[in-house]
């Protein structure tokens, strides 16, 4: 009885050989049938198939069929055209033999395939079902043949006697393997006969027999590859073995991935990792696999040559590597935005720090409670990057940090404290809280974002002020910011952010009715049951003039402010004869070297 005999193909009925096909060859051990295998390795009939001897076995058909007939034998003989296994690279017909190989067992006294299955719940896998995916093969996987029939490769350390053909591999053979290769390389295998391999006193521990050849086959590309944890980790001291991570693509849980573990598990009985990451494959933008023949590449050293090595860094850790990945001009074009907004909110917080010196920076706990807000939300940052990093969530590192830069940083707290940095005097203590604040969170920032751009990040750590190691590299991942801040004016700031995005609100109408062009043209009447003063509104609202009125519910109303636009802060108000504002003409009189607005917001002038 065999199982892979259907009623959909055929008769029914078939012949059986087992030393020619591999369903055949279960049957034949099941039933204990002869091993008949009457074919050579080039494919011509043996002695042992009599009258056909010496001829190919593709072509010896017809006289078979003639003998048949002949005989009386052959009832009925018809052609038809069925799927037939061919070589891949010479398009002929494959021919199954049974011949002697090397395996590795998996179920032998060492219990190979329960160890492994042991291990693959020991190790971390990303994604998780990546455990699933390993432990279902190695589950039903047949032994390993690790013997290959080819001209080039690792060849197969084994000696045989020429009286009985005893393989030798083990003690004093493999010794003198071993210091083979180690002098002269694997090809000394194949340029040198045995006996000058082998010590002249060895003999064969079954008939002592002093003669011996070399195994001709060559090993298993897959248990090669699969031992080079041991000819990396174990031969470099400054590495450690298991291995923290293997990286590889979807398809390895039945290649690199399992050839690892297998040989790692019979030789040093462990996994030779402690995680496994598995990523999927690029596609292009409709969603089809990237080939020559599609003409739908995109060449990665062409994209390194046109917009650097840290955009494609930044892309690579955009995707979610456990599923396909899309890449095309348009995806690296957008990275590239991405890029530069975090670039220029960097750029915009370092240059405002040219007058700062971090070594006589405000004690913590005298930040301002807009900086204190900012450097909570940092806390926040630093925590969820630091998981990620953990748990090689890459693209929620770079989501993350985009729209920080974007919306805490850029929206809010550093367009809140332009007329701060611009305006107020250069020794102003809300000046100096400001930037001890941007100095922390670029600093926190370069740090975090160190290892995906890796040479921008290098570039800018250069412009932080004060003393600086030789390299961002030689840092530490940041730590928390100590505020110590109450945390009810943290979550009155909230409360503010909130109110500036009602009345950012009825701005845009003024804006979109052309009452007004920039906010600072306007004045706020805000109507709250919160208990706000103007000075806590003025530290979010970027407006010339606030009105605060108690009532039952929130009302927002605005208008276009009276007086003179300040030639300094830019604020409508009364201005002095110099055309300055009351709080301008005292910073101005007070101070030579004050700091002004520019036409250029994003950069900063000295008068």
């Known amino acids: 009885l065999g199982n892979f005999v259907s009623n959909e193909d055929g008769t029914g009925l078939v012949h059986i050989a087992p030393g020619h096909g591999y369903d055949d060859y279960l049957v034949g051990l099941e039933y204990k049938l002869p091993m008949i295998m009457p074919v050579d390795e080039s494919g011509i009939f043996t002695e042992e198939a009599d009258a056909y001897a010496g001829l190919p076995v593709f072509e010896a058909n017809k006289n078979i069929v003639q003998d048949l007939e002949k005989s009386g034998h052959l009832l009925k003989m018809e052609w038809m055209k069925h799927s037939y296994p061919h070589c891949w690279r010479c398009h002929k017909p494959v ?8 395996f590795i067992a998996m179920d032998s006294e060492f219990r190979l395939r329960d160890k492994a299955m042991q291990e693959i719940k020991k190790t971390d896998w990303y994604p998780d079902w990546g455990e699933k995916r390993i432990g279902s093969m190695v589950e039903v996987r047949p032994d390993w043949c690790i013997s290959r029939q080819r001209f080039w490769g690792i060849p197969i350390p084994v000696f045989y006697c020429k009286k009985c053909n005893e393989p030798h591999f083990q003690g ?18 194949f340029t040198r006969p045995a006996d000058e391999i082998l010590p002249s006193s060895l003999k064969c521990k079954k008939c002592g027999h002093q003669k011996f050849e070399k195994d001709k086959n060559i090993m298993d590309v897959w248990l090669e590859s699969g031992a080079s944890h041991h000819a990396v980790l174990h031969q470099h001291k400054d590495l450690r073995f298991p291995a923290d991570l293997y990286l590889e693509g979807s398809d390895q849980h039945r290649g690199w991935f399992q050839s690892s573990l297998l040989a790692s598990v019979g030789a040093f009985y462990q996994a030779p990792y402690k995680a496994v990451l598995t990523h999927g494959f690029t596609i292009d933008e409709k969603g089809q696999k990237m080939s020559k023949s599609l003409g739908n590449t995109i060449d990665p050293l062409q994209v390194l040559k046109i917009h650097g090595a ?3 860094r930044l892309w690579a850790s955009s995707t979610d590597f456990k599923n396909d990945v899309i890449l095309s001009d348009s995806i690296i074009g957008q990275v590239k935005d991405a890029f530069t907004k975090i670039r220029n909110t960097l750029r915009f917080m370092i240059s405002n720090l040219y007058d700062y010196d971090p070594q006589k920076q405000i004690m913590i706990g005298n930040f301002e409670e807009i900086d204190g807000w900012i450097l909570e939300e940092l806390n926040l940052l630093i925590d969820q990057i630091g998981a990620f990093y953990e748990n090689y969530e890459f693209h929620q590192i770079y989501h993350t940090i985009y729209n920080f830069c974007v919306i805490q940083l850029s929206s809010l707290y550093l367009d809140i404290q332009k007329d701060n940095l611009y305006c107020n005097a250069k020794t102003e203590p809300k000046r100096r809280s400001c930037q001890a604040a941007m100095e922390i969170v670029s600093g926190a920032l370069i740090k975090m974002l160190a290892p995906v751009l890796s ?12 003393e600086r190691k030789k390299s961002i590299f030689l840092e530490t991942f940041p730590e928390k910011i100590d505020v110590k801040m109450d945390k009810k004016i943290l979550e009155k700031y909230k409360k503010l952010l909130e109110l500036r995005s009602l009345i950012n609100i009825e701005l845009e109408k003024l804006r979109k009715d052309k009452v007004i062009g920039s906010s600072l043209e306007a004045v706020v009447e805000l109507v709250t049951p919160e208990k706000i003063t103007v000075n806590d509104l003025a530290a979010v609202l970027i407006v010339s003039e606030i009105k605060i009125i108690s009532g039952k519910e929130v009302k927002v109303r605005v208008s276009k402010a009276g007086g003179e636009k300040c030639q300094r802060c830019w604020k ?3 201005l002095t004869a110099d055309g300055l504002c ?4 005292e910073v101005v009189a007070v101070h030579e070297d004050t700091v002004i607005a520019n036409e250029d917001i994003d950069d900063i002038t000295l008068l």
């Open 455 to 466: 040479f921008s990040m290098e570039d800018v750590y250069k412009y932080l002020p004060g």
């Open 582 to 585: 009351p709080r301008c003409a």
């Open 572 to 574: 409508y108000a009364d």
């Open 310 to 312: 840290d955009i494609l």
């Open 95 to 102: 021919i199954f033999r049974a011949t002697e190989q090397w």
């Open 172 to 189: 004093a053979f493999n010794k003198a393997v071993v210091e083979l290769v180690a002098k002269e390389g694997t090809n000394a295998w």
